[in-house]
């Protein structure tokens, strides 16, 4: 038993040195200390001579040093023993090509194909060699052959990815379709690898190849597949009305559920197209067989009817919350409902004390740990919003122990800290932020940083934090819709307390308001200030960003919205705002988008 302990041990102390060996000769290899890698990799290879890793690596090493014949006697020996691997004759073949030996080499390359002609299962690691050398049309050759001669073989996706390093589109998208035809599990995994060719702009190379290919798949055989992936196609290229048609298409055939439909209405809710969204959730409505489905088709109605809607239209917007309701009742079957209409209530309608009262009764039914948690959300957010913040607190504190360890409790944990910033309390805030800048969601890790950054930078220069909190109130004055109280406050602190580190968020801020009340010029100049004063500052690019899109959008004035957004590409290249200023700068100097 001693013996065999002993044994055991001996063996897992060679095993440990020969990793680290291996890690250290790799990393030699990496630093181009390659005479120091060459040592370890000899006696690595010495002491496994079965590990073709080792091998390969002893190979490139002597490579690396130009030692050439070194390397085509280790791999001669190799191919002149009893078990032959066929991959070694593409290594014999480039370490020819390295000395310009190029019918050598291709003599070797040739030998290694029919290799696979006799033993398709070769195929992979031979493919996958040609391909580490880029030799792709060698690679191409391997796996072509390999399928013609063993139909149980599939190596498409291998080809679709050379093809698409190739450029080759068209058999790219061939073989990646083919795969799904094949396998339709890949279908998610092939969408993923399209979205590296495929663009918004419907008339690019690869969106043409695509839609053709497609087209054509369903003229001669109309599968829903293909009818999946035009409307995937069209979703791209933000043409939500050809995507219902797809999607459309799709339920006709099948009679299943409204999945893909329903899927479809939310992104294009969320890109703001509420004129095709309005005619996809009708159709899901018409179509739904449960009463639960119909409901949430009337939710995304309702959703859709806010956006769109000015103040004259909420009488209107109340009267088809209630009569929803009516119909669908006032159960925790439409908790989801009733959060939104009492979120209308209280931010739009001016019916704050209705709003608290409905959602305090519809806590008192039955619902889960996360419908109590999202009505108290809403609850407490109104509640700041009317300024009763101690009571909001509470809430929020209750929603973090209901659901502690749902997304929705970090969601919470930040409120608090936004409930306490509002409220002037600086301090506790801090500590809920500092917490929240290590959450697992990036969005409100995000929020968090950004408005700790806020405090702290403006809590430096003043002590007493007087602009600090005169801009936590601007803050609160903006979120209850009084653009016009915000804006004097916001003047405020530009007349009183200027130069101080405050100044850059606040005209920053005024803009913002500036723009929403239609208030163009003004808006334009303070974005102007922020660009001559605060070039450098973390402001900046919001600056930059802002005008441009002010000029583009509204003052009509695209020669100055190009100059800005080129501003960005060139001085801001990790600014969040650079893929979209680059995108927008490219359309207005009239450049085929791709």
Excluded: C
């Amino acid at each position: 038993m001693r013996i065999f302990i002993f044994s055991i041990l001996f063996i897992l102390t060679i095993t440990s040195v020969s990793a680290q060996n291996e890690a250290l000769a790799k990393n030699y290899f990496e630093q181009g200390e390659y005479e120091k890698a060459l040592t370890i990799y000899e006696k690595l290879y010495k002491q496994t001579p079965n590990r073709l890793d080792f091998f390969i690596a002893l190979v490139e090493v002597n490579q690396q040093l130009e030692n050439f014949t070194v390397s085509e006697k280790l791999l001669q020996e190799k191919l002149n023993s009893r078990m032959i691997n066929p991959q070694l004759y593409v290594e014999l073949g480039y370490n020819y090509s390295l000395q310009q030996k190029d019918s050598l080499a291709n003599a070797n390359y040739n030998k290694a194909i029919e290799y696979t002609l006799e033993s398709p299962n070769y195929s992979y690691s031979i493919g996958k060699a040609f391909s580490k050398y880029s030799l792709l049309d060698y690679a191409i050759t391997t796996y072509e052959k390999a399928m013609e001669n063993d139909t149980n073989k599939n190596y498409d996706i291998q080809l679709a990815e050379i093809y698409g390093e190739q450029g080759k589109l068209e058999k790219m998208f061939a073989s990646y379709i083919n795969l799904i035809e094949k396998n339709p599990s890949y279908k998610s995994s092939a969408k993923r690898k399209f979205s590296s060719f495929i663009k918004e702009e419907p008339t690019t190379e690869a969106n043409t190849i695509f839609r053709k290919i497609l087209l054509q798949k369903l003229q001669s055989n109309p599968d829903v597949l293909y009818n999946d992936l035009l409307s995937w196609l069209f979703i791209q290229q933000k043409e939500f009305k050809k995507a219902f048609t797809q999607e459309k298409a799709i339920y006709k055939r099948t009679g299943e559920e409204l999945s893909g439909i329903a899927n479809l209405a939310l992104v294009t809710i969320a890109e703001e197209d509420y004129e095709n969204a309005k005619d996809i959730v009708t159709f899901i409505i018409e179509h739904s067989y449960t009463p639960e489905a119909k409901l949430q088709g009337h939710q995304y109605l309702m959703k859709i009817a806010l956006k769109t809607a000015t103040k004259k239209d909420y009488p209107e917007i109340e009267k088809k919350f209630k009569a929803l309701l009516d119909e669908f009742g006032y159960g925790s079957q439409t908790y989801a409902l009733q959060v939104d209409y009492n979120h209308f209530l209280a931010f739009n309608a001016e019916k704050k004390e209705d709003a608290i009262s409905n959602l305090k009764t519809l806590l008192k039914d039955r619902l889960t740990s996360f419908q109590e948690a999202r009505v108290k959300m809403e609850l407490a957010d109104i509640l700041v919003f009317d300024e009763k913040f101690n009571q909001a607190l509470i809430y929020y504190s209750q929603i973090q122990k209901k659901v502690k360890n749902d997304v929705l409790a970090q969601e919470a944990r930040f409120k608090v800290a936004q409930t306490s910033y509002y409220k002037g309390d600086f301090e506790w805030a801090q500590i809920q932020l500092d917490v929240l800048r290590k959450s697992a969601s990036q969005l409100i890790a995000n929020d968090a940083m950004e408005l700790s950054l806020m405090i702290r930078d403006n809590s430096l220069e003043d002590s007493t934090q007087t602009a600090l909190k005169k801009y936590a109130r601007a803050d609160l004055l903006a979120l209850q819709n009084k653009d016009s109280e915000a804006i004097q406050q916001l003047e405020d602190i530009l007349t009183n307390h200027k130069g101080e580190k405050i100044e850059d968020e606040a005209l920053l801020k005024q803009a913002e308001l500036f723009e929403k009340t239609e208030q163009l010029q003004k808006a334009e100049t303070n974005y102007n200030k922020l660009i001559e004063l605060y070039p450098d500052e973390i402001v900046a690019d919001d600056a930059y960003f802002r005008l441009a899109k002010l000029y583009e959008d509204k003052l009509v004035k695209p020669d100055k919205a190009k100059d800005l957004y080129e501003q960005i590409i060139y001085n801001f290249a990790d600014s969040i705002y650079f893929v979209e200023a680059r995108k927008r700068f490219r359309t207005l100097r009239g450049d085929a988008i791709e």
